[in-house]
């Protein structure tokens, strides 16, 4: 039957009853379908009969009795739909009622015929009805099979569950992935039950032992309307779960097999974490002999030297620091990576940890005739919760770039409340300058490491692009945000906002405070346990100029025999030791009584160090490098006194100035300085009253040398050793400790010469500390 025509060209009626086959013929010649040249009636008698003719001639519609010699009932109609599944087929039927109806349809039937009762009118109809649902019913059936094998050809698992959850269909990948539990998997089942009946038989490695927990999460994202999930199957594959609501409230699911690439991620992030711990452990095993460097060449620094060695150990000294620098950095980065850089949450005094970081960098400042200057919103609380070694960490950093860039003008370091709160207060924090600032373009690249805003700045200014990279890491890691607003030619400001926690009270009482400026001479027996010979000689001479009695013992065993077999009032105890380490050996040695206190000596920079350091019964603890005056001052505050000022003095190095042709500067203000902690506003305090102080004591000392004076010469020149030294007049320092040495042994010839070199030496300091006021004057705003 043609899709226009209504006229099937060939219909089989399968009855056995020959007068109920010739009222169908009867209707089909009513109906105009038999013509004179063809007859399209043909009559089978039996079922077999039937499906062997209905093979043979693909009629365009049957016409099926269901009671036939052979067959009865829905077997037969069954039996015909298996033997020709693509034909349409009418059941003629004595029976009229709903349920053989909605049997018929079930058992593949297009439609019915109650015989006797239909006219041919209600034959063409049934026929055409027929052969339409017929053809459309194959179409659905060919679209289902096309979407099926498509479904079943993709290579990822494939689930439909209905809107009550309950199970529609899923491809053979699904049901391989999910092997062990193949038995639940029929239409019908519901999520929940599948889930259920899969954790109880062990399936999920990751519900153990949390069982109802994971499968209330479960159920919980698979209600979601999109989700996305990653599990690991008791088989340890790893799934990546993809599961969408369809308009209808249908769930599709995918399951990606991810295996390879979640092995493949965990051995990069594995390979990447054991880069960074190597880069970790490498920078923090390179900082002990560089330590060992460092203080090796400030003690040789402060023996007698040519102008041109002083120049040489200059030199190295520069280079140690930078790669120590580097090394710190190196080390920072690469532990930010690894995960391991933990930030510490103790009680800090943001104003002085402000204006220490500042005046940390204002030497640097107003060398370069910069005005540096710190602005503190009052609102900032006296006392937050926080990291302020990091904070300090990230604002040298920026202040130090700022300063770096920055040829003329101004340095400002800004601190603003941004929220505060009853639980806690964001700070913003601003470092600005009026420098060379960064082009746009470039903004975005100098937060990565190793990136620097364009490939001449390294030959210009230095540095190595790794700072901006650990302060955004820092930021980050104190939840906070980090930002940058400039212009090429127009400065830059450096913004940062880091929530802190607040605390009411005082701040820390372990870490000191700047040694006070006291002045007293005790002589102190001291245990030093350390194992690096560098850093024994180092610590020793240290102790020893400074003139108390040192006693060594080479590793932890012997510091413990040591420290109690004998008396000490001190014991340095470096950490890393062979035999027994710091802690063991602080932990036996309080054990057996021993009450003085112990300072650890550490190049460990890890977190909690502190408290690792007070459980093992140490006082303190000095980070290596240990610089003399730091060793001193911890000495001597933990002995509540300040040091000796002569004696830290001669421990410490003046670094020459810029006279290279003489061997000791005529105004060392970066030794001054580093006299006072770099306490800038004490000696811009002490130089103004420094050359009527000069006055005198030089008319004292000409006037005592006239009248060869030996113990006037020796007293005058004494007090104004005293007061060069203080001010870092390195050159006059050393001259009148001539004179004195000279006074004292009463050889007054050598007088003459002596005082010659006083006068010059004084006829330069004079202009140089003018010079010098007059510069920091400039460069304050
Ligand atoms: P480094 O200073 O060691 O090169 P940083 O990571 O601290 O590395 O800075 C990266 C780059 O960002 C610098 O090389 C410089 O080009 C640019 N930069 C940073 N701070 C400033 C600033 N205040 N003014 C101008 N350029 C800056």
């Not at 602080?586 to 690792?612: C, D, N």
Request: aromatic share 6%.
């Amino acid at each position: 039957m043609s899709n226009g025509s209504s006229r099937p060209s060939s219909i089989l009626v399968v009855e056995d009853d020959a007068g109920d086959f010739s009222l169908v013929r009867a209707q089909a010649r009513l109906a105009g379908w038999v013509l004179s040249e063809k007859d399209p009636v043909i009559w089978a008698q039996t079922l077999a009969e039937g499906m062997a003719t209905a093979r043979r001639e693909a009629p365009d519609v049957i016409l099926l009795d269901l009671s036939l010699p052979d067959s009865s009932g829905l077997a037969t109609l069954r039996a015909m739909r298996a033997a020709v599944p693509d034909l349409p087929i009418i059941v003629l039927t004595r029976v009229q009622g709903l349920s053989l109806v909605g049997d018929v349809f079930e058992a593949g039937a297009q439609d019915y015929l109650v015989k006797g009762q239909f006219n041919f009118d209600a034959l063409g109809r049934a026929v055409r009805h027929a052969v339409v649902r017929n053809r459309l019913e194959q179409k659905i059936a060919v679209n289902e099979r096309i979407l099926a094998t498509g479904i079943e050809a993709i290579d990822e698992a494939f689930v439909l569950f209905d809107s009550d959850d309950r199970l529609v269909f899923c491809n053979e990948k699904y049901r391989s992935l999910y092997a062990g539990s193949a038995d639940l998997m029929v239409p019908g089942v519901t999520f929940e039950h599948f889930i259920r009946e899969r954790v109880k038989r062990g399936q999920y490695s990751a519900a153990s032992g949390r069982e109802d927990e994971w499968v209330a999460e479960r159920l919980a994202a698979h209600r979601q309307s999109n989700i996305q999930l990653l599990h690991q199957l008791d088989n340890g594959r790893w799934l990546r779960i993809v599961e969408r609501k369809t308009a209808d409230g249908h769930i599709v699911g995918f399951r990606v097999d991810v295996t390879e690439l979640q092995t493949a991620k965990e051995a990069a992030e594995a390979a990447s974490a054991a880069k960074s711990m190597f880069l970790a452990s490498m920078s923090h095993e390179m900082r002990t002999p560089m330590n060992g460097v460092l203080g090796m060449l400030e003690l040789v620094s402060a023996t007698e030297l040519t102008s041109g060695q002083r120049e040489y150990i200059e030199l190295a000294q520069n280079s140690a620091r930078s790669l120590l620098v580097l090394l710190n950095d190196i080390l920072d980065l690469s532990k930010i990576e690894a995960g391991k850089m933990e930030l510490e949450h103790v009680k800090f005094e943001p104003r002085s940890v402000l204006s220490e970081t500042l005046r940390a960098l204002s030497m640097c400042a107003q060398e370069k005739g910069l005005a540096i200057d710190l602005q503190i919103d009052e609102r900032i609380p006296d006392f937050l919760l926080g990291d302020p070694t990091r904070l300090s960490q990230i604002i040298i950093n920026l202040l130090g770039n700022a300063i770096k860039f920055t040829l003329k003008g101004r340095v400002t370091l800004a601190a603003a409340v941004e929220e505060l709160g009853a639980e806690g207060a964001r700070i913003a924090f601003s470092v600005s300058d009026t420098g060379i600032g960064i082009p746009r373009e470039q903004q975005g690249a100098i937060f990565a490491a190793f990136t620097q805003a364009d490939t001449t700045t390294t030959r210009k200014f230095g540095g190595t692009g790794l700072g901006l990279a650990i302060c955004s890491r820092l930021v980050a890691l104190m939840q906070g945000q980090i930002e940058v607003d400039s212009e090429a030619g127009r400065g830059s400001v450096f913004r940062f906002v880091v929530p802190f926690g607040l605390s009411a009270g005082t701040a820390d009482s372990f870490q000191p405070a700047v040694p006070a400026d006291l002045a007293s001479d005790v002589r102190l027996r001291i245990l030093l346990a350390e194992d690096n010979p560098t850093n024994q000689k180092y610590a020793m001479a240290v102790l020893a100029n400074a003139g108390h009695s040192v006693t060594l013992a080479q590793d932890g065993e012997e510091a413990v025999a040591q420290a109690l077999a004998a008396t000490f009032d001190l014991i340095l105890m470096d950490v890393e030791m062979p035999r027994l380490d710091g802690f063991g050996a602080t932990q036996a040695i309080r054990a057996g009584g021993f009450a003085s206190p112990i300072i650890a000596l550490t190049a460990h920079a890890i977190p909690g160090f502190r408290e690792r350091c007070l459980a093992a019964g140490m006082t303190d603890y000095l980070s290596k490098p240990v610089r003399s005056r730091d060793l001193l001052s911890k000495i001597a505050q933990i002995h509540g006194r300040a040091p000796d000022r002569a004696l830290a003095t001669e421990a410490l190095v003046p670094v020459a100035g810029s006279q290279a042709e003489s061997v000791a500067p005529v105004l060392d203000t970066a030794y001054a300085l580093e006299l006072l902690y770099g306490d800038i506003d004490i000696l811009l305090m002490l130089l103004p009253i420094m050359p009527d102080q000069i006055a005198a004591d030089r008319l004292e000392i000409a006037g005592a040398i006239a009248g060869k004076d030996a113990v006037r010469v020796r007293k005058a020149s004494h007090r104004l050793k005293g007061s060069a030294g203080q001010i870092g007049a390195i050159a006059t320092q050393k001259t009148c400790e001539l004179l004195e040495a000279t006074a004292a042994s009463g050889n007054c010839d050598a007088f003459v010469e002596l005082q010659q070199q006083l006068e010059a030496d004084l006829d330069a300091l004079v202009p140089a500390i003018a010079n010098y006021l007059e510069k920091c004057s400039a460069a304050t705003p």
